[in-house]
């Protein structure tokens, strides 16, 4: 047991080095969700009529596939017809897609629970729609995405080890790289799922601290 | 010249008909108020006035300036329209003061403590400077109303618009809401009311307007209305409210 122990403190530094390359293929991977989440809620609710069925093949195509899958085809299958992304940006592709999906989702309940009146009350000062999306309706829809964004975000932090499967040195990998020589699968796994777990808390906390930044009466968004 | 000229508006939604040829003028500093059964396109006809629904067809004057030209900057007019909501839409992220000032800022680009103290006048004028860093969720209804008020007033408007501005108050607040109202008409406000509230409609309104199924069926001064109805359907609809409100009329 305190083998077990000490083992696994003594390669949990190892182990570290992919901690960064987890972060760097999360954080990319919801930025680019976020980027085109928003673009595609946007076009849902303020888009042409053909737009608004776009968007919604789109949404439905994304959240249908398993992002392995997805993944998969990006790098494995979109080189054979002249399409090569590296394993770093296939996986950001991949993971990203799929998220914005589901961003999309959060954004656009954001965008529409804040309501017809307020762009009305916007343009009735005299602001154009860009100010008043900008000033007002931006500022509310961030307050509300925040917990469903939060939520998002530690989702695919838990899906980057999906990386592994394209060859990424991540955490998962250097698990595998140290079980080759040790034969200690168990005690490997369990410090892998112990990286991840803190991982999990670090972010969660930091967003509920965003958060409260942000919390005004009536915007409640941590809770409490 | 009137301040605001109706011409034969109509709008619909769909194949909803909801305003079929609608007109009426107002004078400067005259107060009128419309009432009507739900659904009859009272709150339609107050966002053709500022075009936040444009009619598909007819015209609208504002003074001199064609609002349903499409070459009008509907923007700059605007600023000359106050409008008042159902349900207050207040800007909730913003404090009471930020409110009102926002579009002075934005829009009429003064610099920020012009803009703050012209604000700060204005919520004094519906008697809530005392609750200027007060957010919307933390204000009662009525005070999240005379917000809304002060927010149109100060961009100094020629005319405001009230869209049922107490109908979604509990009694006891409507009180309060009533007499700013009742305060900016003395002072000389042009006012489009959509409202149920016969006493105030009684003590400040110039005329009447009955609307039903997107047409104007009656419009007269209150005396009139409320004692000699023209219209079967007009004297029907004030007897309901009568009854609903218990004033005798």
């Known amino acids: ?224 | 010249m009137p301040l605001v000229r109706v011409e034969d508006v109509k709008k619909s939604f769909g194949k909803n008909t909801v305003l079929d040829g609608v007109s009426f003028t107002i004078e400067k500093g005259e107060v009128k108020v419309i009432i009507g059964p739900s659904g009859t396109g009272k709150s339609t006809l107050l966002r053709c006035v500022n075009m936040l629904a444009p009619p598909d067809s007819g015209k609208i004057w504002l003074q001199e300036t064609e609002l349903t030209n499409p070459k009008t900057n509907m923007h700059q007019m605007r600023q000359k329209i106050g409008m008042v909501f159902q349900h207050f839409a207040l800007f909730k992220h913003l404090k009471a003061i930020d409110n009102v000032a926002l579009g002075l800022v934005k829009v009429k680009g003064m610099n920020r403590s012009d803009a703050y103290a012209k604000a700060k006048r204005d919520m004094q004028k519906v008697g809530l400077e005392e609750h200027a860093d007060k957010y919307p969720a933390q204000l009662s209804g009525g005070q999240q109303q005379r917000v809304g008020i002060a927010r149109a007033l100060a961009m100094d408007p020629l005319l405001m618009l009230f869209d049922e501005p107490t109908s979604a108050l509990d009694p006891e607040l409507i009180g309060e809401v009533l007499q700013v109202m009742q305060n900016l008409a003395k002072e000389g406000m042009t006012m489009i009311c959509v409202s149920h509230e016969m006493g105030f409609a009684k003590s400040v309104a110039n005329e009447i307007i009955f609307m039903e199924h997107g047409h104007i069926l009656e419009a007269s001064a209150p005396q009139k209305m409320f004692s000699n109805p023209e219209n079967e359907r007009t004297r029907s609809f004030l007897h309901k409210i009568a009854e609903l409100y218990g004033e005798s009329l």
């Open chain 1, 1 to 224: 047991m305190f083998d077990s122990v000490l083992y696994i403190l003594t390669n949990v530094p190892l182990l570290m080095k992919g901690v960064l390359i987890a972060v760097e293929i999360t954080v990319c991977s919801v930025a680019l969700g976020m980027v085109l989440g928003i673009f595609v809620a946007f076009l849902k609710i303020y888009g042409s009529n053909p737009m608004k069925k776009v968007v919604s093949v789109y949404e439905w195509i994304f959240r249908g596939i398993p992002q392995l899958v997805l993944l998969f085809i990006v790098y494995f299958g979109l080189p054979t017809i002249g399409l090569n992304f590296g394993p770093f940006l296939s996986v950001v592709i991949g993971l990203g897609l799929c998220s914005s999906a589901y961003q999309a989702q959060i954004y656009r309940g954001a965008i529409l629970s804040i309501g017809t009146e307020q762009m009305e009350a916007g343009l009735s000062l005299g602001m154009s729609k860009f100010q008043t999306l900008f000033c007002i309706i931006l500022p509310q829809a961030v307050r509300l995405s925040l917990p469903g964004f939060t939520n998002e975000f530690t989702i695919v932090l838990k899906d980057s080890p999906l990386a592994y499967a394209v060859g990424i040195a991540e955490i998962l990998k250097y698990g595998r790289d140290l079980i080759v020589t040790s034969f200690k699968p168990f005690e490997i796994y369990f410090a892998c799922a112990l990286i991840y777990f803190v991982l999990f808390q670090i972010f969660f906390y930091l967003f509920k601290y965003i958060a409260s930044k942000f919390e005004v009466p009536g915007f409640l968004i941590t809770g409490q």
